[in-house]
Nanobody, 122 residues
């Protein structure tokens, strides 16, 4: 059974940092493209960052320079380091996986986690 499980969310003040994790079972991260998405109440799901099977990363303009996506293949874990957090970053954050980079970036990943809540206060 393929499972993705996010963790590391919480409540922080503006300017603070959080490190989200996404642990996988049933798949090997090194063979997949991975991505982080977020969804705030009343808003559409938004792509945040992605990393392909070669380790190449990409980011939404809203988080460039503040967020860093990475993965530890030995631990089969995906990370999202979030610095200089803003209230606008408040959302449920999800990780997703797909063999195809373009598919996961488009939100069509084959596998999704249940999400972890990030709340940033002003």
């Amino acid at each position: 059974q393929v499972q993705l499980q996010e963790s590391g969310g919480g409540s922080v003040q503006s300017g603070g940092s959080l490190r989200l994790s996404c642990a996988a079972s049933g798949i090997t991260y090194s063979s997949y493209s991975m991505a982080w998405f977020r969804q705030a109440p009343g808003k559409e799901r938004e792509w945040v960052a992605a990393i392909d099977s070669t380790g190449s990363t990409s980011y939404a303009d809203s988080v460039k320079g503040r967020f860093t996506i990475s993965q530890d293949n030995a631990e089969n874990t995906l990370y999202l380091q979030m610095n200089s957090l803003k209230p606008e970053d408040t959302a449920m954050y999800y990780c997703a996986a797909d063999y195809w980079f373009e598919e996961v970036v488009r939100g069509q990943g084959d596998y999704w986690g249940q999400g972890t809540q990030v709340t940033v206060s002003s």
